[in-house]
């Protein structure tokens, strides 16, 4: 028989893998983004200052899939801009490989200067 201390051990190293690969994953799963506003970053919509589209859709791209485990495969494109206003809302669409389509919903959470914190849905 296994002697117990064995087990106790090795069921405690087993919790600790657990958490840290949890933390890992929470850490690299992030749906919120902070972006400069500069002069390659930017387009007007309606006036306003805003993210352009292919900066907002790169950006979602990259973190809706970090991990083989987390979230779809998606190509994504937005239809316009992410105005540089609070609670300014666009939906992205994104393509999956088997060619069908999920909507992304996008949103600011805070503008501060020329930095713009926005969040997207999963």
């Avoid at 316009?80 to 389509?101: F, M, N, P, Q, Y």
Wanted: glycine share 10%.
């Amino acid at each position: 028989m296994p002697d117990s201390r064995f087990l106790v051990g090795f069921a405690g190293g087993a919790a600790v893998v657990l958490a840290l690969v949890g933390l890992t994953a929470r850490f690299v799963t992030r749906t919120e983004s902070t972006t400069t506003l500069d002069r390659y970053d930017t387009v007007l919509v309606d006036g306003q200052k805003a993210l352009a589209p292919n900066i907002v859709a790169g950006r979602v791209e990259s973190l809706y899939h970090p991990l083989p485990w987390v979230g779809t495969e998606v190509r994504v494109t937005c239809p316009t801009g992410l105005k540089a206003v609070e609670h300014a809302r666009i939906t992205c669409t994104g393509r999956r490989g088997d060619g069908t389509t999920v909507d992304i919903p996008v949103r600011v959470v805070e503008v501060s200067g020329a930095r713009l914190t926005w969040a997207f849905g999963r």
